[in-house]
């Protein structure tokens, strides 16, 4: 399966920090990279989708002033909780897509956020 | 309602039984369908990977979708201690990459 890197694996931050999470994919070009926060026992949710290049398009409920994602290569995308707050807190995982019609879809190892 | 209802479990079973993990879902455009495994503080791990109606096996898992009863399941045969993992199923339409995720079946697979 393809390689996907994320950094750093955990992080422990101060109510009121940002935090940036990097996404990397090490053996394929990634035309979309999609972001996902699970919460304790909980599924995946979608939180936004980005094409290099472009603007990322956010999921309802998900505040894009608060989560900055910025994809500016095809081998790298990065997320930034801006302002993190306790709720906050939970685990995100990045998905790069490949282009050229790849249908299977890798995940990261997940960045755990918890913040204090 | 949620567009994918998988049962959290835990689901405990012991070592060489088949295990039978299902997903439902309500949205009848979902065309992909996938099986994670995920391991406890890891991302998901890509299982199993089918296109619409029917079968597909690999090794010791087979997954089968029932697009008109909107039904998917994955089989692990003679499971292992290392099966024990958290399983979740994961679905798009055409045009849409993003998955909708069950909520995770926990397996436990006693020695």
């Known amino acids: 399966g393809a390689v996907v890197s994320q950094h750093p694996s955990w992080v422990i931050c101060k109510s009121g920090t940002s935090v940036k999470i990097e996404c990397r994919s090490l053996?394929?070009?990634?035309?979309?990279m999609f972001w996902y926060r699970q919460f304790p026992k909980q599924s995946l949710m979608l939180m936004a989708t980005s094409n290099e290049g472009s603007k990322a398009t956010y999921e309802q409920g998900v505040e894009k002033d608060k989560f900055l994602i910025n994809h500016a290569s095809l081998t790298l995308s990065t997320l930034t909780v801006t302002s993190a707050h306790p709720e906050d807190s939970s685990f995100y995982i990045c998905?790069?897509?490949?282009?050229?019609?790849?249908?299977?879809?890798?995940f990261g190892p997940g960045t755990r956020l918890t913040v204090l | 309602q949620k567009e994918v209802e998988q049962d959290p479990g835990p689901l405990s079973v012991p070592e060489g039984a088949i295990v039978s993990l299902n997903c439902t879902y309500s949205n009848s455009a979902f065309q992909y369908f996938m099986w994670y495994r995920q391991y406890s503080r890891k991302g998901p791990e890509l299982l199993m990977y089918?296109?619409?109606?029917g079968n597909k096996e690999d090794g010791r898992f087979t997954a089968q979708v029932d697009k008109s009863s909107k039904y998917i399941s994955l089989f692990i045969r003679d499971s292992q201690p290392s099966d024990s993992a958290t399983y979740l199923c994961?679905?798009?339409?055409?045009?849409?990459?993003?998955?909708?995720f069950g909520s995770g079946t926990r397996l436990q697979v006693q020695p």
């Open positions: 994961a679905m798009s339409p055409p045009g849409r990459r993003a998955l909708t």
């Open positions: 089918t296109y619409s109606s």
């Open positions: 053996d394929f070009q990634a035309t979309t």
């Open positions: 998905s790069p897509l490949a282009g050229g019609g790849t249908d299977t879809q890798y």
